[in-house]
């Protein structure tokens, strides 16, 4: 299986890379300015957080919106590339109410899927100052804390998924697990 | 197995024997990340290899003389190097946390092309990590900090840089450490510019004297506590000078001193980390020997309870 990691400039984009390298995924780092049929053969890609501000740097982004328009495959946007993909299907983004950094209590709202397998309630780590404000039509909330309404989402026509907090990082409980269930996520869209 | 330190090691030296053509000097501070690189390329080119050590006079405590001593029982080819005058002068009057990354890169880099133009090295070997560029920023990241080794190298430098271990986080450079059987596997991290952004403020040998002298507390202290159980050792631990003075009494005089942070957190890969739930007596144990024994200099001691993010371990 061959899962690339977008750059959008985060601190935990390469940690992304480094989970599904442990995890023996073939995968590797790519510029988010990297066009899409360049991206070669690929059977999933993970949008990775990053500095922009979604909403009024969309430049930032480089060619996110295409890798959405254009596959068929499923992506998993984290933290500003969830942001990216609430905004590109008509949501909303804006900055939180609470800004949350570090430990913050995870609800779980369905279990499948992304959770499948997990507790109700976990600890998750997080780094962000903007939210998603209005969830994209067809789009379902997963998961949720005390200060931030979208914690995760999905859409339920496509196999697109989305995070705010980060799986990636050590701190976040259970965040091998959210990557194996994206990955299983994967090989049933392949059969 | 997630991490395989063998085939690192097998892979490296492999790619080392034909990226090194000529000499090579390596910088290393005798930390684990510099002490593995030198160890992988002393593999990988033998003699052609020169360690190179440079005391900036930012170092803790003792740790020039161990840092010597464990490279003799390396048995690597180093030198040491006292350029502690060259820093201070470079770091006078300076204190915007920033400028002090970027002047001591330079003045690391300039050792260095010294160094090498006398063994007559084309090459420099950097422990460099995973954490070390991605904080620095490049193109598409914001610079949360400027890492000596990255962020902080001068533009016209003309060494050919070999970072071994780029992609690399700690936990991992601890595996290959082990495996090569180094014997500062286990040592917490301490940053390239060492002392120097351990002090909040102006960079001077006096206020490096103070925060070595608390650097010492902080670490006995928590060295012994762990050792005796009362808790897991720390990832990283140390004491940071802040510019706040305030109000105390001593004797029944008032006094008017600094003000020393506690700060240790407990990490996997420094990406992320947590404060460190240190014990009440154990704080209280280094709050009355920094308070009693640095009565000169410090009369408040506070701890540190924030965790990464929105903090960074060290607090510049």
């Known amino acids: 299986m061959r899962v690339f990691v977008v750059d959008n400039g985060g601190q935990w984009t390469h940690r992304e890379w480094r989970v599904l390298k442990y995890l023996q995924v073939e995968t590797k ?24 501000d979604v909403a009024s740097e969309a430049g930032r982004m480089g060619n996110n919106g295409e890798y959405i328009d254009k596959a068929d495959f499923p992506i998993l946007g984290i933290c500003a590339g969830m942001h990216f993909m609430a905004n590109h299907f008509g949501g909303s983004t804006g900055p ?12 779980v709202d369905e279990a499948d899927g992304l959770f499948a397998g997990l507790p109700k309630e976990f600890d998750v780590w997080e780094s962000h100052n903007d939210e998603v404000k209005n969830v ?7 998961a949720h804390s005390n200060t931030c309404k979208v914690e995760a989402m999905r859409s339920i026509k496509r ?10 990082v050590e701190n976040t409980d259970f965040g091998m697990d959210i990557f194996r269930n994206f990955l299983k996520q994967v090989e049933e869209w392949q059969k | 197995m997630m991490f395989d330190p ?50 900036t006079g930012l170092m803790r405590k003792g740790e020039t003389e161990s840092v010597r001593a464990m490279f003799i029982r390396l048995g690597v080819h180093f030198n040491v190097v006292d350029a502690s005058d060259e820093f201070f002068g470079a770091l006078k009057g300076v204190t915007d946390p920033e400028a002090k990354r970027k002047i001591i890169g330079e003045r ?16 420099l070997v950097q422990g460099t990590i995973a954490p070390d560029w991605i904080e620095s920023g490049d193109g598409v990241r914001d610079t949360i900090k400027s890492h000596h080794n990255v962020g902080g190298l001068p533009k016209d430098m003309k060494l050919k840089l070999v970072e071994p271990l780029w992609d690399l986080y700690k936990d991992e450079v601890r595996l290959v450490a082990r495996y090569l059987g180094i014997e500062v596997a286990e040592r917490q991290p301490f940053p390239g510019p060492a002392l120097a952004i351990r002090i909040i403020g102006e960079v001077t040998p006096e206020a490096a004297s ?53 700060r240790s957190v407990d990490s996997t890969d420094a990406m992320t980390a947590s404060f460190s739930r240190i014990p009440y007596d154990v704080l209280e144990r280094i709050s009355l020997r920094i308070s009693n024994e640095m009565k000169a200099n410090v009369n408040r001691v506070v701890y ?5 993010p929105p903090a960074t371990i060290e607090w510049e």
């Open chain 2, 108 to 123: 690391f880099i300039r050792v260095f092309e010294r160094e090498a133009k006398t063994f007559g090295a084309d090459s």
């Open chain 1, 136 to 142: 994209p039509e067809r789009f379902e909330v997963l």
């Open chain 2, 304 to 308: 540190d309870v924030t965790h990464k």
């Open chain 1, 29 to 52: 780092i790519v510029p988010n300015t990297t066009p899409f049929d360049q991206l070669g053969q690929v059977d999933a890609l993970v949008l990775s957080g990053g500095a922009p």
């Open chain 2, 6 to 55: 063998k085939a690192f090691v097998e892979e490296k030296v492999e790619e080392l024997r034909k990226k090194i053509t000529g000499k090579a000097i390596i910088a290393c501070s005798g930390g684990v990340d510099s002490t593995v690189a030198a160890v992988l390329v002393d593999r990988a080119i033998g003699e052609r290899l020169l360690t190179v050590y440079v005391d």
């Open chain 1, 96 to 107: 939180a109410i609470r800004a949350e950094f570090s430990k913050t209590r995870l609800y």
């Open chain 1, 159 to 168: 196999p697109l998924y989305a995070l705010q907090f980060h799986p990636e």
């Open chain 2, 210 to 262: 103070i925060v070595r002298d608390a650097c010492v507390i902080v670490e006995e202290e928590l060295e012994e506590a762990s050792s005796k159980g009362l808790m897991v050792r720390p990832w990283q631990y140390f004491a940071v000078l802040l510019p706040v003075q305030s109000v105390g009494v001593q004797g029944d005089r008032r006094a008017y001193g600094r003000t020393i942070a506690i």
